[in-house]
T-cell receptor, first 112, second 115 residues
Framework: DAKTTQPPSMDCAEGRAANLPCNHSTISGNEYVYWYRQIHSQGPQYIIHGLKNNETNEMASLIITEDRKSSTLILPHATLRDTAVYYCIVRESYTNAGKSTFGDGTTLTVKP | NAGVTQTPKFRVLKTGQSMTLLCAQDMNHEYMYWYRQDPGMGLRLIHYSVGEGTTAKGEVPDGYNVSRLKKQNFLLGLESAAPSQTSVYFC??????????????FGPGTRLTVL
């Protein structure tokens, strides 16, 4: 599975868009990009995933570059409740369940 | 639905003691996982299961054993606890839906301290 690189921390002003980058330059054609977040010490929560196309759901948008070597998770209007650790994971979905390891992620702090 | 539940929530063990962590899910998911999370770090996969009666090793399986006798339950055992196993343990489950859908649902975690 491809390895991911994320900045260790980021700040964002409340109400502004939070853009969290992830580099996955060794991603293969069958691998998806998944994003999870972990608030305080709770279990991680799924946010969104994508293969090639940009994706949007009620929580966030996922922008994947054309060469698929990087992606950006966008929280359009960040709130204080979005303060969390955000994990970017690349793998071949459930067919490669044994490779499901979360890296250190990005700690996003939303400030008033 | 309760989702994914873990028992116990907290536990303190002495070195060499054994214990079993229980994970239960009521969503009829095929896949189940056990992770550990050390302070300030991400989650590392210990063992996983792709169906009832099957288990496989993840990234850090040494010192742990697992069993999945029933589809809804996934047990993690520590035969002889060591201080290095002090961690927060998360269980997760996911359905097998295809098309890249692999949303893992996590339990609240078990905080284990080994003295």
């Amino acid at each position: 599975d491809a390895k991911t690189t994320q900045p260790p921390s980021m700040d964002c002003a409340e109400g502004r868009a939070a853009n969290l980058p992830c580099n996955h330059s060794t991603i293969s054609g069958n691998e998806y990009v998944y994003w999870y977040r972990q608030i305080h010490s709770q279990g991680p929560q799924y946010i969104i995933h994508g293969l090639k196309n940009n994706e949007t759901n009620e929580m966030a948008s996922l922008i994947i570059t054309e060469d698929r070597k990087s992606s950006t998770l966008i929280l359009p209007h960040a709130t204080l409740r979005d303060t969390a650790v955000y994990y970017c994971i690349v793998r071949e979905s459930y067919t490669n369940a044994g490779k499901s390891t979360f890296g250190d992620g990005t700690t996003l702090t939303v400030k008033p | 639905n309760a989702g994914v539940t873990q028992t116990p929530k907290f536990r303190v063990l002495k070195t060499g003691q054994s214990m079993t962590l229980l994970c239960a899910q009521d969503m009829n998911h095929e896949y189940m996982y056990w992770y550990r999370q050390d302070p300030g770090m991400g989650l590392r996969l210990i063992h996983y299961s792709v169906g009832e009666g099957t288990t496989a090793k993840g990234e850090v399986p040494d010192g742990y054993n697992v069993s999945r006798l029933k589809k809804q339950n996934f047990l993690l055992g520590l035969e002889s606890a060591a201080p290095s196993q002090t961690s927060v343990y998360f269980c997760a489950s996911s359905p097998r839906l295809g098309r890249g859908v692999d949303e893992q649902f996590f339990g609240p975690g078990t905080r284990l301290t080994v003295l």
